[in-house]
């Protein structure tokens, strides 16, 4: 079971929009519409910004919205803020065992 | 709503076992719907799977850790727990719980996290 690919980190400034992506293979990411994104800060648990590829849970800033294309899926944040400085992570369900598998996570840096 | 609180041993000697509890409230672990998950995470590392239970007991676990794991459901008392035997230094990590949807394979929420050190 290997990780999702991620850049290992992305940076922007304030007002601007970055993109991470989140590579996976057709039995991961391009075969299933299960991608879910998290934030987490640093000594935080990690947070849900983004499930089922495109939903925004409740509370979570519309400035944050993900797509997929094939094996690679994306979270777009947009009107960067000092706040988004923080640690993504994507997921995606696996036909591999244990169902789950992560990506490697990207350092959001606000410049 | 639902809110999920790790407990148990930060040290644990190498070659012991890791045991972990985590209680669940504001809301049922029988309920259906939900897998109940571990995740940890390495220092300075990213997350990892280490698997998941459906209240009716049947698990999934990460390959890499199925020879050292069992995870439990008490659902009278609203808990699942992690068992890692013959740990290590390898073993030292924050641990979370949390709770995964079984149709959208989404984690929310989390527990807080717990670091696990394993050390002499």
């Known amino acids: 079971q290997s990780a999702l690919t991620q850049p290992a980190s992305v940076s922007g400034s304030p007002g601007q929009s970055i993109t991470i992506s989140c590579t996976g293979t057709?039995?991961?990411?391009?075969?299933?519409?299960?991608v879910s994104w998290y934030q987490q800060y640093p000594g935080k648990a990690p947070k849900l910004i983004i499930s089922?590829?495109?939903n925004r849970p409740s509370g979570v800033s519309t400035r944050f919205s993900g797509s997929k294309s094939d094996n690679t899926a994306s979270l777009t944040i947009s009107g960067l803020q000092a706040e988004d400085e923080a640690d993504y992570y994507c997921?995606?369900?696996?036909?591999?065992?244990?169902?789950?598998?992560f990506g490697t996570g990207t350092k959001v840096t606000v410049l | 709503q639902v809110q999920l609180q790790e407990s148990g041993p930060g040290l644990v000697k190498p070659s012991e076992t890791l045991s972990l509890t985590c209680t669940v409230s504001?809301?049922?672990?029988?309920?259906?719907?939900?897998?109940w998950s571990w995740v940890r995470q390495h220092p300075g590392k990213g997350l990892e799977w280490i698997g998941y239970?459906?209240?009716?007991?049947?698990?999934y676990y990460n390959p890499s850790l199925n020879s050292r794991l069992n995870i439990s459901v008490d659902t009278s008392k609203n808990q699942f727990s992690l068992k890692l035997s013959s740990v290590t230094a390898a073993d030292t990590a924050v641990y979370y719980c949390?709770?995964?949807?079984?149709?959208?394979?989404?984690?929310?929420?989390w527990g807080q996290g717990t670091l696990v050190t394993v050390s002499s």
């Open positions: 057709s039995s991961d990411v391009g075969g299933y519409t299960f």
């Open positions: 949390a709770r995964s949807s079984r149709s959208g394979y989404y984690t929310s929420p």
């Open positions: 089922e590829v495109s």
């Open positions: 239970i459906y209240y009716s007991g049947s698990t």
């Open positions: 504001g809301g049922s672990i029988s309920s259906g719907g939900y897998y």
């Open positions: 997921s995606s369900y696996t036909s591999s065992s244990p169902s789950y598998v």
